[in-house]
């Protein structure tokens, strides 16, 4: 297959990029390891910075983040018991958009097929060559077990945190800046009407809980765990206790639980983002936690930069933005690690905390919710720093 652009993955990432392409007159290929139906249905985050939302607009009527996602104007940061409201609109005239990631995806897969893209799924990456020459080429193979070769004038690694591509780029599979948490996330989803109106972030003595939202009847929430908790050990009643315990002040409404995972924690960035015809974007670039929402929106972010880099580079053959890529992406990904792993410090629980740290937590978090200028840099990270112009 010959294409001129080949997208390693059918994520957020790898399908918004073939969508911009497209829009620009630029064809490409897409491939995912997975089924359509993996993709659709598997549970990530919920959030949606404004920037991501005004971006997917371009989708036209096959986005339905406005219509059947809800606008949050605020979120709460809880702790020693009382909540703490920063509104977003008075703070930076923005807002985000609480819309699951795998109904982004629906929108996204439903938006390219009907616009013709040639999109594989069960398509399994061995590897890629000649990233520094005209023609990389990506070697796979279908789910029936036959070769395909895409030869490119550039690839895309959009293939996640477990990314193939990635060592073409980065000449390693797992080089990059990373450190570990000593915690996670035990997520659920219940069948019960929401708890709150807007987001909860609670920090308490027993650690961290989010209380989110889904639906009218469907609710997602989270509690500080244990990396190595499994998810299945716990009766219904210990998670309702659990989560009760670390959101004192509100009494949760309790529902059947439908769905529960654990959710490692990770902060990645990979050493090189590009090198020659081939870059990496989204989770094969870097990895963040997940308080504070940032991993689909930053990816949404690499690739509204990748795509006018490769419109500069393919329809003018100009290199000036492609070269520039790696730089400029890495100032807004460090500004997210920074943001996440600062959010995720000021509100979860270590063992090894002293009776210091605590209080300097709960210090740190007064210093957010009682000054404007606090409440305003949570805002403007929460709600998206600005995207590179579209046009
Ligand atoms: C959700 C996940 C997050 O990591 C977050 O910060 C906010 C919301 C969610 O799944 O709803």
Redesign the pocket.
């Known amino acids: 297959v010959r294409t001129q652009v080949a997208i390693v993955g059918a994520g957020p990432a790898g399908l918004l990029l073939s969508h911009l392409l497209d829009e620009a007159g630029i064809d490409s290929v897409v491939v995912d390891q997975r089924t359509r139906d993996e993709i659709e249905t598997t549970i ?4 949606l910075e404004q920037g991501t939302v005004e971006v997917l607009d371009r989708l036209g009527e096959h986005s339905r983040a406005r219509t059947v996602g809800n606008r949050h104007d605020g979120i709460e940061l809880r702790f020693e018991g009382a909540g703490h409201r920063i509104d977003f609109p008075s703070l930076t005239g923005r807002s985000v958009w ?1 819309y ?1 990631q795998h109904e982004v995806l629906k929108d996204l897969i439903a938006a390219r097929l009907a616009a013709g893209q040639d999109l594989r799924f069960g398509v399994s990456v061995d590897g890629v060559d000649g990233v520094d020459s005209d023609h990389p080429v990506v070697h796979a193979r279908t789910a029936d077990g036959e070769a395909l070769e895409i030869t490119a004038d550039f690839v895309v690694g959009a293939d996640g945190s477990r990314s193939v591509v990635r060592a073409a780029v980065t000449g390693s599979s797992t080089g990059g800046y990373f450190r570990e948490y000593p915690f996670a996330w035990f ?1 659920i989803l219940t069948e019960a009407p929401p708890s709150a109106e807007e ?1 909860i ?1 609670s920090n308490s003595p027993d650690g961290f809980a ?1 209380i ?3 639906s009218a009847t469907v609710q ?1 929430m ?1 509690f500080q765990c244990d990396p190595d908790a499994d998810p299945n050990a716990l009766s219904e009643e210990a998670v309702w206790e659990n989560l009760q315990r670390r959101v004192p002040g509100t009494t949760l409404k309790e529902g059947p639980i439908f769905q529960r995972d654990v959710l490692r924690f990770r902060s990645f960035v990979a050493y090189e983002l590009r090198r020659g015809r081939a870059a990496i974007v989204g989770d094969a670039a870097h990895t963040v936690p ?4 940032k ?1 689909m929106n930053l990816a949404v972010a690499d690739v509204v930069l990748l795509n006018q880099a490769l419109q500069a580079l393919i329809l003018r053959d100009d290199a000036h933005l492609i070269d520039a890529f790696a730089e400029t992406a890495s100032r807004r990904i460090w500004k997210a690690q920074h943001f996440s792993w600062w ?1 995720t410090s000021m509100l979860h629980t270590t063992d090894e905390a002293t009776p210091f740290d605590r209080r300097r937590q709960v210090g740190e978090l007064r210093s957010v919710v009682e000054s404007e200028a606090g409440m305003t840099y949570l805002a403007e990270a929460y709600t998206g720093w600005p995207l590179a112009s579209m046009d």
């Open positions: 990530r985050a919920g959030i609480l699951p997520g987001l972030y989010l989110s939202q889904r997602r989270y997940p308080t504070g929402a991993g959010m």
